[in-house]
């Protein structure tokens, strides 16, 4: 079976710091990943995705970036964390029906 | 711009009763609908989706309804449970191909009383 991890689940960074949140997925090839932040009292917004090794792509301009290094691999990062950064982030993996699975989620508190 | 509204940021429905959780959207191309269900900490599940060429969907105590012409889809539970108290989000999607991407409404709480 599928299963999708992502860490660390809280974090609490200094404003000016970097950011390195990753996700792995298991039992499953070529996923499509994602990146989503839901900031408090707001739902779900899409920051990244990817379709395969080294493909990104962003929806929202911002100081955060993604990479995937590897096919199950998706790392989400930043070299220096605004306060408006805080929220809880969440990876998730899907194939082509659509319907997306999600990690466990990092909670980031910018400080 | 937000094309998938959930109006109703909360709810409170006593035990054994039905919920009814609303969502709207404005992007008529949008051709697949979803419900997540999120506890705290915790990472949004699948619920229930339906596709564009039908107007009901049901799994057990979940029913999602659809719209098309007004733009909107709601999703039933009946009878409630204290377990279902969460928050629900309303998501879409357009097309067919290898990243389709789900669009989110802002999310409903759901609190059933005991």
């Known amino acids: 079976s599928q299963t999708i991890h992502q860490w660390p689940a809280t974090l609490v960074q200094p404003v000016g710091s970097p950011l390195s949140l990753e996700c792995t997925v298991e039992?499953?090839?070529?996923?499509?990943l994602y990146w989503y932040r839901q900031a408090a009292g707001r739902g779900l917004q899409l920051l990244f995705y990817?379709?395969?090794?080294?493909?990104i792509s962003s929806e929202v301009p911002q100081n955060l970036s993604a990479s995937r290094p590897q096919d199950r691999q998706f790392i989400l990062s930043s070299k220096k964390l605004l306060l408006s950064d805080s929220g809880f982030y969440l990876c998730?993996?899907?194939?082509?029906?659509?319907?997306?699975?999600f990690g466990e989620g990092s909670r980031l508190t910018v400080l | 711009d937000q094309q998938v509204k959930q109006n109703s940021p909360s709810l409170s429905v006593q035990e054994g009763r039905i919920s009814i959780l609303n969502c709207d959207y404005t992007?008529?191309?949008?051709?697949?609908f979803l419900w997540y269900k999120k506890y705290p900490a915790e990472g949004p599940t699948f619920l229930i989706s339906?596709?564009?060429?039908?107007d009901k969907n049901e799994d057990g105590r979940f029913t999602v309804f659809l719209n098309k012409s007004a733009k909107h889809l709601s999703l039933h539970i009946v009878p409630s449970q204290p377990g279902d108290s969460a928050v629900y989000f309303c998501?879409?999607?357009?097309?067919?191909?290898?990243?389709?991407?789900?669009?989110f409404g802002s999310g409903t709480q759901l609190t059933v009383l005991p």
């Open positions: 998730a993996w899907s194939v082509t029906t659509g319907e997306l699975f």
């Open positions: 992007n008529s191309m949008f051709d697949y």
């Open positions: 990817s379709v395969g090794i080294g493909q």
């Open positions: 339906i596709s564009s060429i039908k």
């Open positions: 039992g499953t090839s070529n996923p499509n």
């Open positions: 998501a879409a999607s357009v097309g067919f191909g290898s990243a389709r991407q789900l669009t």
